[in-house]
């Protein structure tokens, strides 16, 4: 079956600081990747995607790469900031089979970026 | 454009009373999804619909939990009786052809008391 697996967090940092969140997957064909972010007392958010393999997905300075030989799709940012901090989570999408439409979500990491 | 409108944003109710979510997808998605996320157990799916049409039901815990689709524009996830532990954050995500993104609503968050 599908499944993701990202670092644990909580992962704290100060402003300007560099941050990588790490994901790797398992899946069998070729799954659309995502990172969602949630802010306090909101829903999940897109924050970037990547359909194939070696996309860059971007925004909002956050990028990642759909990495299909180590079945990773690692989130980075140059230079965080305070607002930033969030529940970050990735997540794939995997068109074949039963799971059809279904997001295999990893657990979850809790950013906080100190002034 | 309007996103994933979910009502109410807050429920409190005691044990044993029938509690009922209700979700509006973005107009002309075709896959409408209801999530729990607690902090023991991080987000899980309970059920989803494609087309007004129930696909996999297998994350709904019990037989207390429900969810219909009448139509494309409402969908509506109930428990009964409800108990403590149904407290929780339900979202009502939707998307388009099911591998665009999923837009997620604000969701509501629920006591049971």
């Known amino acids: 079956g599908n499944s993701v697996t990202q670092m644990e967090g909580p992962v704290t940092l100060s402003e300007e600081a560099f941050l990588t969140i790490n994901c790797t997957y398992t899946?069998?064909?070729?799954?659309?990747l995502f990172w969602y972010v949630q802010y306090p007392g909101e829903g999940l958010q897109l924050l970037l995607k990547?359909?194939?393999?070696?996309d860059k997905g971007s925004n909002k300075g956050f990028e990642a790469t759909y990495r299909k030989e180590t079945t990773s799709f690692h989130l980075e940012k140059g230079s965080v900031q305070v607002s930033d901090s969030a529940v970050y989570f990735c997540?794939?999408?995997?068109?074949?089979?039963?799971?059809?439409?279904?997001?295999?979500f990893g657990q979850g990491t809790i950013l906080t970026v100190h002034p | 454009d309007a996103g994933v409108i979910q009502s109410p944003r807050h429920e409190v109710t005691e044990m044993g009373q029938e509690v009922t979510l209700r979700c509006k997808p973005i107009?002309?998605?075709?896959?409408l999804f209801w999530y729990r996320q607690t902090m023991m157990r991080g987000l899980e799916l309970l059920i989803y619909?494609?087309?007004?049409?129930?696909?996999?039901d297998s994350g709904m815990p019990e037989d207390r939990f429900s969810a219909k689709m009448p139509n494309a524009s409402f969908s509506t996830l109930k428990i009964q009786p409800s108990e403590p532990r149904d407290s929780a954050v339900y979202f009502c995500?939707?998307?388009?052809?099911?591998?665009?993104?999923?837009?997620f609503g604000d969701g509501t968050r629920l006591s049971i008391l």
């Open positions: 995500a939707s998307s388009l052809w099911g591998i665009q993104p999923q837009h």
């Open positions: 899946a069998t064909g070729y799954p659309s």
């Open positions: 990547a359909t194939k393999a070696d």
């Open positions: 997540a794939l999408n995997n068109a074949g089979g039963t799971s059809y439409g279904k997001l295999t």
């Open positions: 107009s002309g998605h075709d896959y």
């Open positions: 619909f494609n087309n007004n049409v129930p696909i996999d």
